[in-house]
């Protein structure tokens, strides 16, 4: 019933930009939350940033001043500006909803992109 759909994954070198978008799509009531995720190679999936449909952002020690979440989740799409990128970013980044239809709420995954980073 949701669906979420990624795009913006590429390979760059240390130093340059790439620019994450995600949209959601099915039938629900509400989105109270959406965010990125990534999981390096070995590792465990972590936070990157998240945005709450309250306006509030949540970002990772490790990206801020280099990363923006923005986007509407009204709209239900946000995207992840990332600058000044570096090989430690490298990994597959997650989109995720936290959508609510009537009294459930559940959390929504799309299947990831690539981001690979180059020294």
């Known amino acids: 019933q949701v669906q979420l759909v990624e795009s913006g994954g590429g390979s760059v070198q240390a130093g340059g930009s790439l620019r994450l978008s995600c949209t959601v799509s099915?039938?629900?009531?509400?989105?109270?939350?959406m965010g990125w995720y990534r999981q390096a190679p070995g590792k465990q999936r972590d936070l990157v940033a998240i945005?709450?449909?309250?306006?509030?952002?949540n970002y990772a020690d490790s990206v801020k001043g280099r990363f923006t979440i923005s986007g509407d989740i009204a709209k239900n799409t946000v995207y992840l500006q990332m600058n000044n990128l570096e090989p430690e970013d490298t990994g597959v980044y997650y989109c995720?909803?936290?959508?609510?239809?009537?009294?459930?709420?559940?959390?929504?995954w799309g299947q990831g992109t690539q981001v690979t980073v180059s020294s």
């Open positions: 995720n909803a936290r959508v609510r239809s009537r009294w459930v709420t559940n959390d929504y």
């Open positions: 099915g039938r629900f009531d509400s989105i109270s939350a």
């Open positions: 945005t709450t449909s309250g306006g509030g952002t």
